[in-house]
């Protein structure tokens, strides 16, 4: 995974209260056995990178620059500047990745 620069986790988004905006990872396309693995076949994915969290999502240990695992239809799909984002609850969160 590469590391995220402060200036890929801009945004001109402020997220409020107990909310985060999320930039989905991609599922990779090629699997390591070398097999492609074509769009309609991946499953939607639920890691993702914290943009901006209101301020109450310190509580719960949640960040700017977070990888996290979250709920598989948790949030709300936004497009934003040319890509798609997340909002959603601090409670759609299931964990933090730490490595």
Do not use: Y
């Not at 402020?14 to 991946?42: M, N, Y």
């Not at 695992?69 to 040319?82: D, L, P």
């Amino acid at each position: 995974m590469e590391i995220q620069t402060k200036k890929e986790l801009d945004t001109d988004l402020i997220a409020i209260t107990d909310r985060i905006v999320v930039r989905i990872e991609e599922e990779e396309s090629v699997r390591e056995s070398g097999l492609f693995l074509p769009d309609q076949a991946k499953e939607i994915p639920h890691k993702g990178i914290v943009l901006t969290a209101g301020p109450e999502c310190w509580k719960k240990g949640i960040d700017k620059g977070d990888r996290i695992i979250f709920v598989k239809w948790g949030g709300a799909k936004i497009r934003w500047n040319e890509e798609i984002l997340i909002v959603m609850d601090i409670n759609d969160v299931l964990a933090k990745i730490t490595n």
